[in-house]
């Protein structure tokens, strides 16, 4: 069974549209504890010990149960135990029990595949599908299905790209520089102008550069070539809209093409 069959089957099995993963996690008969550990060393960390899983979570981080954060860190490690490989891992100790950080995506394949299960499982593709069935891409539409199902705004913009009804690009950076982009397939561009230097003619370059962080929500009309490398001469000045979205020396930035 695929990850994303898996995830989504657990998630059928409840008829509630915010996904309970605690319920859930309490059904397979595993240990939560909420904690305050230290900042930044993680989110949630999935551990094997005397015949029982544990999962802990850092509230310290933010994952206090039933916030959003919380929820995507512990369908995380749902991940960890639901997905067979991982399971069986742990168990056998070959798979390491790892501290895992929100925001790291794409380091560590496990990482990106329980990534993807908690994107699954919280917001499973026909659900989503049918939430925004004709409807026009705005930021709005992703503020709205983020509280809808109680998930970031980075989880939310995610899931659309990857089975939205409109072309977006995500690029997250943290203090000047990117530390992951995400396109939809039928996205134009692929390729940043700067590399993974955020570019000063974008609006999250005009955050990142200002000496005053406010942490301001902003759409703004860019060209392609303020952001995209290998943009077509005809293209040169194409409109997109830049919705940036920061918090402190970091940066969330949604852009599409209306
Ligand atoms: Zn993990």
Redesign the pocket.
């Known amino acids: 069974m695929s990850i994303k069959d898996l995830a989504e089957f657990i998630a059928s099995q409840y008829q509630e549209k915010i996904t309970p993963v605690n319920i859930i996690a309490k059904n397979e008969g595993l240990q939560i504890f909420y904690d305050n550990y230290e900042s930044g060393t993680f989110d ?3 551990i094997y010990v005397n015949n029982r899983f544990y999962i802990h979570l850092n509230t310290h981080n933010g994952n206090s149960e039933n916030s959003k954060r919380g929820r995507f860190t512990l369908a ?2 749902l ?2 135990f639901f997905i067979d490989t ?1 399971r069986i891992g742990l168990k056998k100790g070959i798979l390491k029990p ?4 929100v925001n790291r995506k794409q380091f ?1 394949s ?2 990106r595949e ?2 993807y299960f908690a994107s699954c499982l919280l917001m499973p593709e026909s659900r989503f599908k049918q939430d925004i069935v004709k409807k026009k891409f705005s930021p709005q539409l992703i503020d709205g299905l983020c509280d809808q199902y109680r998930v970031s705004r980075t989880a939310c913009a995610f899931r659309f790209a990857q089975i939205g009804n409109h072309p977006i690009m995500l690029i997250y950076a943290e203090g000047g520089i990117v530390k992951w982009k995400l396109e939809s397939d039928d996205f134009p561009y692929k390729w940043l102008r700067n590399g993974r230097n955020v570019p000063a003619t974008t609006v999250m370059g005009e955050y990142f550069n200002k000496s005053n962080l406010q942490d301001i929500y902003k759409i703004e009309q860019i060209w392609a070539i303020d952001w995209f490398d290998y943009v077509r001469e005809d293209d040169t000045r194409k409109a997109f809209y830049e919705y940036c979205i920061p918090y402190k020396n970091k940066a969330l930035s949604i852009i599409w093409e209306d």
Request: proline residues 6%; glycine residues 12%; negative net charge.
């Open positions: 949630g960390m999935t995380h490690e991940g960890h991982h790892h501290p895992s950080l560590f496990i990482e329980a990534d």
